[in-house]
């Protein structure tokens, strides 16, 4: 087993038991990347293959390829529908036609990091703008992206009908 080098960051045995009491892991995704921004990424089984590329915006070639942000958005928009869907059965409501937009900025902060900014546009054609409201903020405390970003990336939310 590999050792870890930031131990501030990764789990040790005493926090990873204290993990488990807290949360049962039901699955677990893995991906490799190969080349950074420039390479390739693949899930490991096999499902997810693609190519990386470095948007014009952020001073690369741009062109065929996705980027790290794309598939955040992607999974962050995939996640909040789910958790969307789940407290409008929970509260009797009707998400049946909802759909999540997730835009994922990229940029530097202070002190020469880089950070994250989310934006979440939720569309629930079915219900009026204060259920609406409820049932994203619901949402938002249930799905797992929000509750990893919460603290660390400010996320704003969008009701749109």
Known sequence: ???PICKHRSMNDATKGEREK??????TAEATAHGGREGKVQSSDGNLVANLRVPSEMGGPGG???NPEQLFAAGY???F???LMLVAR???ADASQSSVTAKVGIGP???GAYGLDVELHVSIPNVDAAT???LIEAAHKVCPYSNATRGNVPVKLVFEK
Do not use: D, F, W
């Not at 807290?22 to 699955?27: A, D, E, P, R």
């Open 1 to 3: 087993m590999a050792k």
């Open 22 to 27: 807290q949360m049962k892991i039901l699955y």
């Open 64 to 66: 065929e390829g996705t």
């Open 77 to 79: 928009a995939a996640c």
């Open 81 to 83: 529908q789910s958790a």
């Open 90 to 92: 929970r509260q009797h």
């Open 109 to 111: 902060t202070e002190g």
């Open 132 to 134: 609406g409201e409820k």
